[in-house]
């Protein structure tokens, strides 16, 4: 069966640090990737999505990048965090794009 | 830009009633809608979803109905449980494009 791991669980990083976050799905092969932010008591913001390994697609002007450096490994990163980067960023994944997606744990970022 | 949203931000109900989530979508391109519910601290689980050439869709204890004619979505939960205390949110998917979701619903399930 397929898993998606999401890591680390909570992070609390000082404003201008970089950053890391690490997915990655089990038991696919060419998983659709997704990373999606939530801040607190709102709704997922799409960030980021991949369909393939090297293709990132960026939903929104931000302080942070994605890279697909293997098939089933998304990793989400910014070289200098800022306050408004605080929140819950979740990876998910899918089949198809216009199919379920299965979402990870989850990463509760606090920049202070 | 076009969005879906939800018309009420909580929902309070007692245990063993019925309870109805409401969702409204804008963008008319949409083929594929899908329900979520996320607990406390932990990312958004699959409850039910449908296509855009049905109108109802039951799984259990849950039914989802789609109007396209006013873009309405809603979903039934029978019989409400305290388990089923969550923020669902429904999202859409314009066709070949990625998941778009809604502000979300908190639901509260009373003793």
């Known amino acids: 069966s397929q898993t998606i791991h999401q890591w680390p669980a909570t992070l609390v990083q000082p404003v201008g640090s970089p950053l890391s976050l690490e997915c990655t799905v089990e038991?696919?092969?060419?998983?659709?990737l997704y990373w999606y932010r939530q801040a607190a008591g709102r709704g997922l913001q799409l960030l980021f999505y991949s369909v393939g390994i090297g293709q990132i697609s960026s939903e929104v002007p931000q302080n942070l990048s994605a890279s697909r450096p293997q098939d089933r490994q998304f990793i989400l990163s910014s070289k200098k965090l800022l306050l408004s980067d605080s929140g819950f960023y979740l990876c998910a994944w899918s089949v198809f794009v216009d199919g379920g997606y299965t979402f990870g744990s989850g990463t509760r970022l606090t920049v202070v | 830009g076009e969005s879906v949203g939800l018309h009420l931000p909580t929902l309070s109900v007692q245990e063993g009633d019925n309870s109805i989530i409401n969702c409204a979508y804008s963008?008319?391109?949409?083929?594929?809608f899908i329900w979520y519910k996320q607990e406390s601290g932990k990312g958004p689980q699959f409850i039910i979803d449908?296509?855009?050439?049905?109108d109802k869709r039951q799984g259990q204890r849950v039914t989802v109905l789609l109007n396209k004619t006013v873009k309405h979505l809603s979903l039934q939960i029978a019989a409400t449980q305290p388990g089923d205390s969550a923020v669902y949110f429904c999202a859409e998917i314009p066709s070949g494009y990625a998941l778009n979701f809604g502000k979300g619903t908190s639901l509260l399930v009373t003793p």
């Open positions: 038991g696919t092969s060419n998983p659709n």
């Open positions: 449908i296509r855009s050439n049905m």
């Open positions: 963008n008319s391109a949409s083929d594929y």
